[in-house]
């Protein structure tokens, strides 16, 4: 009797485990393409949705940085692109014009997860192509300054200066101090490799970095001119090296005083963090970019990557599920605590790990006054063939005005496809 008993019971557990299995041909199969580190540490997230999301099973591929614009291409000649993928910001247009994205639009209309309202407006913005979304950021980035408050403190300023003005001004009153330490010392460190200072300094200018529909270079316009001397200015008065052969570890450069202001992103705390010895630890902090107008902070630029989802997926409702709880306030406080990288919806800011993070302050101040960069697929392009022209006004090659004449020249080459479909639909 025991025995006829114990089988029964056996078979009704064995009935109820059934029912609450999916069966394998009801469970939807969606691939995620993460780039870099972020594809190996959203697993953790990635493992969180199938719980919750049983008839879900998601394929994560991680794509190393270096590799993963040539794949995408590749993905979509190939008509085998994921159904939804991390892309960078400044690839977003590019994907855009194949017509190899999702509008994302309904999706959102009928969401009560993803708040458009809560993202910083200018990180938004930069998701938006011709009033269309394409994308939904999944952590931003931005550009501030990390300095030594001791040896800004010795020159005067007990805060970070506010205009490029005084930035100026705290340089050459550190610049004398160290000469007459007999120390060597570039104050404000402005890698002639790197494009960013130069277009945030742009930006601040007023922008118009384009002309005629984005069609031809404007960088030899008033108002880049304007910025480019700025940055020149630096370089000129020995503020910053002309050459990156003296700053072989900026960590060490940094610690020993070689150099006092540097403009970087948010993974930079981390770094610092580590690498900086302990007795200074206490004598470095972040600051937003100083301003060349009378707003503060200056303008810089909203960076970072966004979530999107792929036209050809068969799969779209369930990659929606996805984009939204990755995107989500909770997901995106975790993300951040494992990353370090900073979350796009402003309520995430309230959580204790960033709202006690002193460091992080200025990001989020930063935040505030971000604008998008141009929205076309030459851009990319065009600013790494920026940084040439940074080199040469840098190590007095040329002048200002002679640099970004010849540069425009170089961008409307870039521009050339683009000038000839503006001009087609005239």
């Not at 805060?159 to 007459?180: C, D, M, N, Y």
């Not at 494009?195 to 384009?210: K, S, T, Y």
């Not at 008065?237 to 050459?243: D, I, V």
């Not at 960069?373 to 940084?387: A, G, N």
Request: a positive charge; proline letters at 6%.
């Amino acid at each position: 009797m025991m025995r006829v008993i114990l089988n029964i019971v056996t078979g009704v557990v064995i009935v109820l485990a059934l029912r609450c299995t999916p069966a394998s041909n009801d469970v939807v199969v969606i691939k995620f393409w993460g780039m870099g580190n972020e594809g190996e540490m959203v697993l953790p997230l990635i493992k969180e949705f199938e719980r919750l999301n049983p008839t879900i099973k998601v394929e994560t591929q991680q794509i190393p940085w270096t590799a993963a614009h040539e794949k995408l291409l590749t993905a979509y000649a190939g008509e085998s692109t994921p159904d939804v993928c991390q892309l960078g910001n400044t690839w977003l247009p590019e994907f855009t014009v194949l017509n190899a994205l999702e509008p994302l639009d309904p999706f959102v209309k009928n969401s009560t997860l993803v708040d458009l309202n809560d993202i910083f407006p200018g990180v938004l913005k930069t998701n938006i192509l011709d009033s269309t979304l394409y994308g939904i950021p999944w952590y931003v980035d931005t550009r501030v300054v990390f300095y030594r408050k001791d040896m800004l403190k010795q020159a005067g300023f007990d805060e970070f200066p506010k205009t490029w003005g005084e930035v100026l001004q705290a340089s050459r009153t550190i610049q004398q101090q160290a000469k007459a330490s007999k120390k060597l010392c570039y104050p404000f460190f402005l890698p002639t490799n790197e494009w960013v200072p130069a277009i945030a300094l742009g930006m601040q200018a007023g922008g118009n970095f384009l002309k005629e529909k984005n069609s031809r270079g404007n960088f030899s316009g008033k108002q880049f001119t304007k910025a480019f001397s700025l940055l020149n200015e630096f370089y000129r008065k020995q503020y910053s090296p002309s050459g990156m052969q003296l700053i072989t570890n900026m960590y060490n450069s940094f610690s020993d005083g070689l150099i006092a202001m540097y403009i970087t992103g948010p993974w930079n705390i981390g770094e610092f963090t580590r690498r900086i010895p302990a007795h200074l630890q206490q004598q470095w902090m972040t600051a937003p970019l100083p301003s060349m107008d009378s707003l503060w902070p200056g303008v810089s630029l909203p960076l970072g990557t966004s979530l999107v989802m792929f036209k050809n997926s068969k799969h779209k409702k369930a990659a929606w599920k996805l984009i939204e709880f990755l995107s989500s306030v909770e997901q995106s406080i975790k993300f951040y605590n494992v990353t370090g990288n900073l979350p796009p919806r402003q309520a995430a800011w309230r959580d204790s790990s960033l709202a006690h993070n002193q460091y992080v302050k200025a990001f989020y101040q930063q935040l505030q006054r971000v604008d998008p960069l141009p929205q076309i697929p030459e851009w990319e392009q065009i600013v790494i063939r920026l940084q040439t022209y940074v080199e040469y006004i840098a190590t007095g090659t040329t002048t200002v005005e002679q640099a970004l004449k010849q540069f425009d020249g170089e961008v409307d080459v870039m521009l050339e496809k683009r000038r000839w479909l503006v001009e087609k639909q005239r």
